[in-house]
């Protein structure tokens, strides 16, 4: 899940296609529905995210009372309006009035706190959740930002690979090699260095042991050296996310695929390519692209159908992509890496987010 940021952007004003009385704003590659004149090309304004929980007098204000998300009525949710689809929430709220939102855009601000915004936090079902234990040693996992919102994480042409996205829940394995130890943890677990006790019935725990990932990652630290190695991976099935991919997440048939290695030798922590460190160890994300990065390709490949399942069962959830090799970015502060979520997606009915 990527972080929180409420910023005043400069937009950029298209027509909508559908609607006379609608405008589409553009905040990097996100377009918001507006209403028709409320804003011009070159103008700022702010930007509200998806997954923002609003404050009741925000919502009145912006009179969208009953018409977010969530059982409050109070989440931001990509929804599509005259068949456009739009993302997030472009405003002028009044307690901002005072603020040069040019210059703040400039500065990068951030006004989630003073607006009482907060990020939606998914439920944990029982399966999910368990009993904890501290494990300073735990490599966590990273927050991804999307591509859309930062477009510049990549340069054009730059070499990039490019992965499916799974809709199930993140498992984060650390094998501590001087030890032998072997911590389990969800992401949300895993950002407070967390581990979860070792249990036959948790979902995280049942998929590691039955795949064999500490043997696995035991085997790469011995030929790499490494005195840590984490391995992320999606464990999902049906009973995990409402996409199921044919795998059974109640029964033995629950599925596992590895996003991402992390391995700390002599000190230091480096991203490994989880295909080239893993293959034939351990079930892979599918890799859908390696080679220049072209923005509309990226986008393109973000949409469509599965491909984990070979029977093309449900919608695709989107792509990742990342610099190849890995590298450094300034405009995540970290990993150049980022998403990409399907408007199909977001959109669907009766879907989970389950963390």
Known sequence: MSTLRVTAE??????HPNADALEL???GLYRAVVAKGAYRTGESALYIPEQAVLPADLIDELGLTGRLAGGKADRVKAVRLCGELSQGIVCRPRALADVDLARAADDGTDFAERLGITKWVPPIPPTMSGDVESAPDLLPWVDIENLQRYPDVFAPGEPVT??????????????VADEGRVHVSSKGFGSKSLALKENPLNLYWRAVLGHDVPGAAARLAARLGARRVGVFGEVYGSGVQDLHYGADGRRDTLGYAVFDVAVEVDGAVRWLDAAEALAGELPLVPRLYAGPYDPAAVLDLASGRETVSGRDLHLREGVVVRAAPERYSPVTGGRAIAKVVSGAYLTRKGGTEYE
């Open 25 to 27: 704003a553009q905040v």
């Open 162 to 175: 490019v992965t499916e996205k799974l809709h199930g829940s993140a498992c984060l394995l650390t094998y």
């Open 10 to 15: 400069v937009l950029t004003i298209h027509g």
